[in-house]
């Protein structure tokens, strides 16, 4: 996440833990450094400013220049700031029976995507969302909203034809809210029952290409109207120091509860996200991180400021993991690995596994240290290839791989796209990898023979 400001920090702060004592002209010389990739990074001058100031203060402290270990003293003030500076604790959504959820922002931001994805996380938390279409501006914004709910099983409330004032269809739709089950919903589950009722009603809103006064003006009275517990700033986190001032402007005329930053896997430089809590005051409470409707996680300041400094983010990817895992499969797994009957079926169940997890090189950048290897970089090509190879197979061919002879193996290379070299390098590792579990089977074998023995 931010390469390019992450890249140089974790540059600057390998030389600091490099030095054996720490002086104040080595602080300052990589504070200095600090300030330009902050700046470079489109970060706010004022607010890089304060940081460094913050850092150099604590870094100058008794603790540090006396530290046996000074340098990761100093790393461990650098997260502890920037966990500061990007909020401190993460802070949850007021979540009740009845809560109404009111999203803005400007057209192109990702709005009505974002509350498709809040609904879905929602739902997958326990609650039973339902997502209102209330953006009568932009053609085709209530049918992608209905498409989206469709697609997560949440209903949606879309107005009648020719609607054109928001107040009177939030109205309506509270209204149907409050009836039974959302009567006559395309986009209702099935096995909803007569009586449900969606315990928080998430409104999606007009957007204009830039603020202007007829905008605010239809959001003031519709959030006058609906009280809403929350109202969220959806923002590109790709347009740096512009989406600072589109929420700097949003929070003076709305005073919104908090922000969710869109596309941050498209931001290289990270300006906007460690600006953004610090000009505006507002909680940063969602982070789009990426175009499917569940790449949408909550902003947790310490674990972004672990990943920004190459630390790592262990908690968000167990968490990943046990979405995507089904523990019977795993299960599954785990005795066909032990016994070493592992097949080119199972080899495909792994791919899709990790798929569900997002794309790998992100999931691999949670691991502590892995993006400060040299040349570290994931072939997302690479892997498509070995994937067509393993689908160009035939279902015989998967479950048995050694009755795949040079024809069939020409035969895979031609369906596949690949060479017949491709082919046979990935049958060599497959192979390779086979043998590996047989002997560790073998071993954890006499080692369980040999503690018998002993008793």
């Known amino acids: ?21 720490i002086s104040e002209s080595n602080i300052d010389a990589a504070l200095r450094q600090v300030r330009l990739a902050l700046l470079e990074a489109d970060v706010d001058f004022h607010v890089a400013k304060k940081f460094i100031a913050r850092v150099k203060d604590k870094a100058l402290g008794e603790a540090v220049l006396r530290s046996i270990t000074p340098g990761q003293q100093i790393i461990k003030i650098f997260q502890d700031e920037l966990t500061a500076l990007l909020g401190g604790d993460a802070e949850p959504l007021r979540l009740e029976n009845g809560t109404r959820i009111l999203i803005v922002g400007l057209n192109g931001s990702g709005k009505t995507t974002s509350a498709a994805k809040l609904a879905l996380f929602l739902k997958k938390q326990g609650y039973t969302p339902a997502l209102v279409a209330c953006d009568l501006q932009r053609p085709a914004a209530i049918e992608q ?133 610090e000009v505006t005051r507002c909680p940063m409470k969602f982070a789009g991180t990426g175009e499917k409707l569940d790449q949408f996680e909550l902003f947790i300041p310490e674990r972004l400021a672990g990943r920004i400094l190459g630390m790592g983010d262990v908690v968000t990817l167990v968490e990943k993991a046990a979405e995507a895992v089904d523990q019977e499969e795993a299960a599954r797994m785990e005795r066909k690995l032990r016994t070493a009957s592992f097949d080119f079926d199972d080899f495909l169940a792994q791919f899709k596994m990790m798929r ?100």
Not at 210 to 222: S, V
Not at 229 to 237: I, P, W
């Open 145 to 277: 909203l209905a498409m989206l709910g469709n697609q997560i099983g949440v209903p949606v409330y879309t107005p009648a034809p020719g609607e054109k004032n928001a107040q009177r269809a939030a109205q309506a739709a509270l209204g149907w809210i409050d009836g039974p089950a959302f009567a006559n919903q395309p986009s209702r589950e099935p096995t909803a029952s007569r009586d449900a009722r969606a315990r928080q009603a998430i409104f999606d809103t007009a957007g204009r290409q830039e603020i202007d006064d007829t905008l605010m003006d239809e959001l003031k009275e519709l959030k006058e109207f609906l009280q809403p517990q929350e109202t969220l700033l959806v923002v590109d986190a790709a347009t740096g120091q512009q989406a600072v001032s589109v929420a700097t402007r949003f929070n003076d005329a709305l005073e919104i509860t908090g922000i969710i930053l869109t596309k941050l896997d498209g931001d290289a430089r990270g300006g906007a996200a460690l600006s953004m809590r």
């Open 356 to 455: 569900k997890m997002g794309p790998l090189e992100n999931i691999l950048g949670m691991l502590p240290g892995v993006s400060n290897v040299q040349g570290f970089s994931i072939d997302e090509k690479q892997l498509k290839r070995t994937e067509a190879i393993v689908l160009s197979m035939t279902s015989e061919e998967r479950t048995r791989p050694g009755i795949l002879n040079a024809r069939r193996r020409q035969r895979i290379a031609r369906g596949s796209g690949c060479s017949v070299t491709e082919v046979n390098d990935l049958l060599r590792r497959f192979d390779q990898m086979r043998k590996m579990m047989k002997s560790a089977g073998k071993m954890k074998k006499m080692m369980a023979q040999m503690a018998r023995m002993r008793t």
């Open 1 to 21: 996440m931010f390469p390019q400001l992450s890249d140089r920090l974790q540059e600057i702060l390998k030389e600091l833990r490099g030095h054996g004592t």
